[in-house]
């Protein structure tokens, strides 16, 4: 992620997440910035884990624009990550990686563009 040890969490869609994903928003060859707006709003630089999360917490992606926690109240440890377009669930384990973490989302996030 980047180049600090813990410095960064990844908001990882699964692969069922891509296959339903409306790709025609960024089939044109040229269109490299809309795929890079996308991606930029799936990484933070906070390293942030399931356990620290709060209902309705803003947290910065790198696009700069923002996402906001939601838990679930019938199951508390069911999360999801709000985006400005739609939302995801989060699967509850977080993956530690060498300089960041990762957690999987059922959805692409879509920023405002």
């Known amino acids: 992620m980047y180049g600090d040890v ?7 869609p699964v692969n069922e997440a891509f296959v339903a994903w409306d790709q025609d928003l960024v089939s044109s060859p040229g269109d490299n910035k809309m795929l890079d707006e996308i991606l930029l709003y799936h990484i933070s ?3 942030i884990i399931t ?4 209902p309705l917490q803003a947290v910065t992606m790198e696009n700069g624009q923002t996402v906001r926690f939601t838990r679930d109240q019938a199951s ?6 709000a985006g400005v377009t739609n939302q995801a669930d989060i699967t509850p384990v ?12 059922d959805t692409v996030l879509f920023p405002n563009f």
Request: net charge neutral; glycine share 12%; proline share 6%.
């Open 6 to 12: 813990g410095s960064g969490t990844i908001f990882a």
């Open 76 to 81: 508390p440890t069911n999360f999801g990550v």
């Open 51 to 54: 356990i620290t999360f709060l």
């Open 94 to 105: 977080a993956i530690d990686a060498r300089n960041g973490v990762i957690h999987e989302i």
């Open 45 to 47: 630089r906070n390293p």
